[in-house]
């Protein structure tokens, strides 16, 4: 079992950032991939971005292409999302998630995922 919890959301202003992080216990952290997701409200949960348990392998959204970086750092069992030039239509609950083995061909697709987290909400306001 893995467990996740993310933090770092809020309220900030069209154009701010934030970095959200993603602790893990349980298993071996450098196991897994990790995804970060979002959902927001009457909307699917959509894919944002991925990492290799390795660091070598990231994918990205075309939306959040240049303005969010997704980092992790195995000795902490943390994944971060640093999040700028942040929009409106960023305004989600945030999830991560990890993935056992590489990124796979899936990568986007939530059913690739092995375990989430609870989710923090991020709320742009124009």
């Known amino acids: 079992q893995v467990q996740l919890v993310e933090s770092g959301g809020g309220l900030v202003q069209a154009g701010g950032s934030l970095r959200l992080s993603c602790t893990a216990s349980g298993r071996s952290f450098g196991s897994y991939a990790m995804g970060w997701f979002r959902q927001a409200p009457g909307k699917e949960r959509e894919f944002v971005a991925g990492?290799?348990?390795?660091?070598?392998?990231?994918h990205y959204a075309d939306f959040v292409k240049g303005r969010f970086t997704i980092s992790r750092d195995n000795a902490k069992n943390t994944v971060y999302l640093q999040m700028n030039s942040l929009e409106p239509e960023d305004t989600a609950v945030y999830y991560c998630?990890?993935?056992?083995?590489?990124?796979?061909?899936?990568?986007?697709?939530?059913?690739?995922?092995?375990?989430w987290g609870q989710g923090t909400q991020v709320t742009v306001s124009s």
């Open positions: 998630a990890a993935e056992y083995g590489g990124l796979g061909s899936t990568y986007y697709q939530t059913v690739a995922y092995d375990y």
């Open positions: 990492i290799s348990w390795k660091s070598t392998i990231t």
